[in-house]
C-alpha cells in the first residue's frame, strides 16, 4: 500500500476515490448516496462489507465518486480500508496503490520544500471535498509551482 503525507492534510484527501469528478456538488451528494447505503448494513462485519463493495463494478462510479467512500464524523473515508479493518477490503476493487501526480512530485522534493508545500496547502483553507478535487487535478500543484 502507497502512502503520503498528503493523504491525510487538510482533513484527508479522497482523490483517488474517484475520476473525473463532476462538481463540489456532484461529489457531496454522491458520498452522501453512498453513506445512506452503508447504514443500511446492519451488521459491519467482513462478509457485509464485501457485500456492500460489490454492489457495484470498480468502474461504476457515482458522479465520479467510488460508492464505497461514505462520510462519518464528519471525514471520509473507504470503510474497506485496512485501517478500519484487519484486512484490506479493497483489494480486487480499487487500485490501493494509486498515488496521485502531486503526491509522487512531493515524494521527489527535499524536506524545505516539502515543508513550503505543506503550508500553502493549509493557508489555502479548503475544504475537504475542494482541497481532494484539487490534489486530483493537480492545480494545488502547478498553482504552488508557478
Known sequence: ??????CQLNGGC?????HDFISKEKTKE???KNTEEFAL???????SLLTFRDRAYT????D???RNL????????CPLHPALNKKDLRIGHCD????????????????KKQQRFTFFIESRKLDNISYSMQMSSGSLLAEFTR
Do not use: H, Q, Y
Open 96 to 111: 490501493v496503490n494509486f498515488l496521485c501526480d502531486t503526491a509522487k512530485k512531493f515524494a521527489d522534493w527535499d524536506e
Open 14 to 18: 479522497m482523490g483517488c476515490c474517484g
Open 64 to 66: 465520479g465518486v467510488c
Open 70 to 77: 461514505i462520510k462519518k464524523d464528519g471525514c471520509f473515508l
Open 41 to 47: 448494513i446492519p451488521e459491519k462485519d467482513e462478509r
Open 59 to 62: 468502474s461504476d462510479l457515482r
Open 30 to 32: 454522491a458520498i452522501d
Open 1 to 6: 500500500m502507497v502512502f503520503s503525507p498528503l
